[in-house]
């Protein structure tokens, strides 16, 4: 396998892996840590206004959508520290 990067790399870059079909973002992990720690305070936020069942349709599927993004992001940050403690390296946060 073979990575080609389109960009610069800052706190992300644009890559492309020969197996797929489009581009990709690698995200740097402090970055990947800062946006669901976000996502986790907007989630808090959410269940201070109420109770789920207070909402409307479209604000319902937005705060499901919202807890489906923060497990799976949970899921890739998991698997983030998993091969950074595995290949030696300390997490920068």
Avoid: W
């Avoid at 073979?2 to 492309?16: D, Q, T």
């Avoid at 599927?61 to 998991?78: S, Y």
């Amino acid at each position: 396998m073979s990575i080609r990067l389109l960009s610069p790399p800052h706190n992300y870059a644009i890559c492309k892996m020969d197996e797929r079909a489009f581009p990709g973002v690698v995200v740097q992990g402090d970055s990947l840590y800062i946006l669901l720690q976000l996502l986790k305070q907007t989630r808090t936020f959410l269940d201070r206004q109420g109770p789920k069942e207070n909402l409307d349709d479209d604000a319902f599927g937005v705060v499901a959508d919202l807890d489906n993004e923060i497990q799976k992001l949970t899921g890739v940050l998991d698997h983030y520290e998993v091969v950074c403690t595995a290949e030696g390296y300390g997490l920068p946060y």
